[in-house]
């Protein structure tokens, strides 16, 4: 069946642009998850949903990040005036059960 | 807080030589424990996971990983590599309450099986 899908995959921003990744997760998971992955590091966690509810948001690392999932399916992280720093792969995962995620291929976003 | 620390940043072995790539975590509470395996340009796929019981578990691709609680560690190993397990490999975990999909990865070992 189909898997989670990511677009886009790849996206080039100039600094201080504004970004939205979308995340279309396996039809009826419940659970959808953000990850940021820095060039050779593991992902880190930037925030949580359970259908439309965000409810954890702790990882994402500024007041630029923003994610919504209106109507607990597809799901969109926006960043604002996008800085260098911001330069990583972001992972969507979703999930039936909370222990068992299915991750997307990634959007690779480059700032410039 | 939780931690994972994965011993090795890379590992290089033998096509049909058997591996293990090491991984400790700490926490304070109970966890939860997995191995990914990510190839070049996709994302995570779950090799294997330790919810309960039997502490030795067993993956796809004839993974299988061993939950040791006194030592916090979660070792992954194959009896004998091919050359298309080479990958970046993750551990993880995550913690048995409300925030059990909260993942917390180590930084990753890069397997490379030559032949």
């Known amino acids: 069946g189909a898997g989670v899908s990511q677009s886009p995959r790849y996206k080039v921003a100039k600094r201080g642009q504004d970004v939205a990744l979308r995340c279309d997760p396996i039809s009826g998971h419940v659970s959808l998850f953000w990850y940021q992955q820095a060039l050779g590091q593991g992902p880190e966690f930037l925030t949580y949903?359970?259908?439309?509810?965000?409810?954890?948001k702790s990882g994402l690392p500024s007041d630029r990040f923003f994610a919504e999932r209106p109507e607990g399916s597809v799901s969109t992280l926006k960043i604002q005036r996008t800085q260098q720093e911001d330069s990583a792969v972001y992972l969507c995962a979703s999930s039936r059960l909370a222990y068992e995620q299915y991750f997307g291929p990634g959007t690779r976003l480059t700032v410039t | 807080a939780q931690s994972v620390t994965q011993l090795d940043s890379q590992v290089p072995v033998f096509e049909e030589a058997p591996v293990e790539l090491r991984c400790n975590y700490s926490s304070s509470v109970s966890v939860y424990l997995f191995w990914y395996v990510q190839y070049p340009n996709q994302g995570l796929q779950l090799l294997l996971k330790y919810l309960s019981g039997s502490t030795l578990v067993k993956g796809i691709n004839g993974f299988e990983a061993e939950f040791n609680k006194s030592q916090t560690s979660f070792h992954l190993r194959k009896p004998s590599v091919h050359i298309s397990d080479t990958a970046e490999y993750f551990c993880a975990v995550s913690d048995r309450g409300t925030n059990a999909g909260k993942s917390t990865f180590g930084d990753g070992t890069t397997l490379t099986v030559k032949p």
């Open positions: 949903f359970q259908n439309e509810a965000q409810l954890d």
